[in-house]
Nanobody, 123 residues
Framework: VQLQASGGGLVQAGGSLRLSCAGS????????MGWFRQAPGKEREFVAA????????NYADSVKGRFTISRDNAKNTVYLQMHSLKPEDTAVYYC?????????????????WGQGTQVTVSS
């Protein structure tokens, strides 16, 4: 499985970005997907997850109401739309695929990871 994240960049506080994660090597629609982020000196943390059908989503409290996760199974792609960005959202963002049954919001619950894309929010 290969996951390729893209869409990061430098944005001012209050701005928006949309991250994309393109997958290959598996039938994408069979698996739950997640986004995580890691700021310098901090642990990698959960941001959002979406179930295989796209009907159920879950978010970290810190991003609820500002971020939206979605997926297009026909394109093997998952997205993270980010609005009202804050300097504390600055991190490397990773997409991940869970190749097991059940729902998970833990880093250890995911089996394949993309390479990460840097998001920097200036104040």
């Amino acid at each position: 499985v290969q996951l390729q994240a893209s869409g990061g960049g430098l944005v001012q506080a209050g701005g928006s970005l949309r991250l994309s994660c393109a997958g290959s090597g598996r039938t994408f629609s069979y698996y739950d997907m997640g986004w995580f982020r890691q700021a310098p000196g901090k642990e990698r943390e959960f941001v959002a997850a979406i179930q295989l059908s796209g009907t159920s989503t879950n978010y970290a409290d810190s991003v609820k109401g500002r971020f939206t996760i979605s997926r297009d199974n026909a394109k093997n792609t998952v997205y993270l739309q980010m609005h009202s960005l804050k300097p504390e959202d600055t991190a490397v963002y990773y997409c991940a695929l869970r190749a097991r049954s059940g729902w998970s919001f833990a880093r250890t619950g995911y089996d394949y990871w993309g390479q990460g894309t840097q998001v920097t929010v200036s104040s």
